[in-house]
């Protein structure tokens, strides 16, 4: 079975750091995109950025060019999620999700269950 | 970035109704527009891939049209599960981005 699994849910405060997780499997993991997507409370999708974790591809929205980090470690099947100072703005559900290509057109057909980030003090 | 405008923003409607949410592109986009559902405290669920394509297991009362700039899904005969939240996106190019999502509740 095809699957994205996310790390757990953080409590954090102002300022912070903190790295969430997104592993996969049931299929190659390194030859499919990962796309990250925020979700805050009541709102809607918001796009983060992807990574093609064969060669560290990374496309990042403007909007969160420089608030995150997104990285992979193919050779565990894992992307990543980081931050290194939270803000409480910050607290939301994230989402991955699995894109099997740029070039074609096909949808984020694989999703992680989510991890919810609440930062407060 | 190309902006994606869903519209409306919820639509109240009865078992059994044919429904149609739209969804705009800044730009043209060709083909390359998706549709998701998303129930309360689920992830997002793929329904539509480039435009008119359904997935594997996605009921047929589901159906994309469109291509350029406009595009809608319909839901032919609106079943009890359905009542959800429904998103757009394009992947044309990056930042893939969504739009603000129709709200679809029982009448």
């Known amino acids: 079975e095809v699957q994205l699994v996310q790390s757990g849910a953080e409590v954090k405060k102002p300022g912070e750091s903190l790295k969430i997780s997104c592993k996969g499997s049931?299929?190659?993991?390194?030859?499919?995109?990962i796309g990250w997507v925020r979700q805050m409370p009541g709102r809607g999708l918001e796009w983060m950025g992807i990574?093609?974790?064969?060669?560290?591809?990374?496309r990042y929205s403007p909007s969160f060019q420089g608030q995150v980090t997104i990285s992979a470690d193919k050779s565990i099947s894992t992307a990543y999620l980081q931050w290194s100072g939270l803000k409480a703005s910050d607290t939301a559900m994230y989402y991955c999700?699995?894109?099997?290509?740029?070039?074609?057109?096909?949808?984020?057909?694989?999703w992680g269950q989510g991890t919810t980030v609440t930062v407060s003090s | 970035d190309i902006q994606m405008t869903q519209s409306p923003s919820s639509l109240s409607a009865s078992v059994g109704d044919r429904v149609t949410i739209t969804c705009r592109a800044s730009?043209?986009?060709?083909?390359?527009l998706h549709w998701y559902q998303q129930k309360p405290g689920k992830a997002p669920k793929l329904l539509i891939y480039?435009?008119?394509s359904l997935p594997r297991g996605v009921p047929s009362r589901f159906s994309g049209s469109g291509s350029g700039t406009d595009f809608t899904l319909t839901i032919s005969s609106l079943q009890p599960e359905d009542f959800a939240t429904y998103y757009c996106?394009?992947?044309?190019?990056?930042?893939?981005?969504f739009g603000g999502g129709t709200k679809v509740e029982i009448k």
């Open positions: 999700a699995r894109l099997e290509s740029l070039m074609v057109p096909y949808g984020l057909d694989v």
């Open positions: 049931g299929y190659t993991f390194s030859r499919h995109w």
């Open positions: 990574i093609y974790p064969d060669d560290s591809d990374i």
């Open positions: 730009q043209s986009i060709t083909t390359y």
């Open positions: 480039a435009a008119s």
């Open positions: 996106q394009q992947s044309y190019s990056s930042p893939l981005t």
